[in-house]
């Protein structure tokens, strides 16, 4: 799944993330491509600002992932930026994917 990874933008990456929840409840996106995007994710946090972390996290909190093996992966990884970030975002934000890590993580 690295094919197109190293061309896209991070911020492009948490965009795609913002409407995942909503293509996975529809059923238009193939588990897949949740895969493939987690992946990206994973690879590229490095580039992530407090906006994409929240972005994700919070798609992940909206998304059924639990039969996904890279969940626990991105949970790990972002972990430290969540930490990192979590003073930025507003309350209901930060408490929101503090529930997810203590549901999932």
Do not use: C, W
């Amino acid at each position: 799944p690295q094919a197109h990874g190293d061309d896209a933008s991070f911020e492009a990456v948490a965009d795609v993330f913002g409407s995942m929840p909503v293509g996975q409840r529809l059923n238009v996106i193939p588990p897949s491509f949740v895969s493939e995007m987690m992946q990206l994710a994973i690879e590229k946090s490095y580039e992530a600002r407090m906006e994409d972390v929240r972005d994700i996290l919070f798609a992940v909190f909206q998304m059924d992932l639990s039969d996904d093996h890279l969940y626990q992966e991105l949970l790990n990884t972002y972990k430290p930026l969540f930490d990192k970030y979590e003073t930025d975002m507003s309350a209901i934000r930060r408490s929101q994917i503090k529930q997810l890590y203590e549901e999932g993580g």
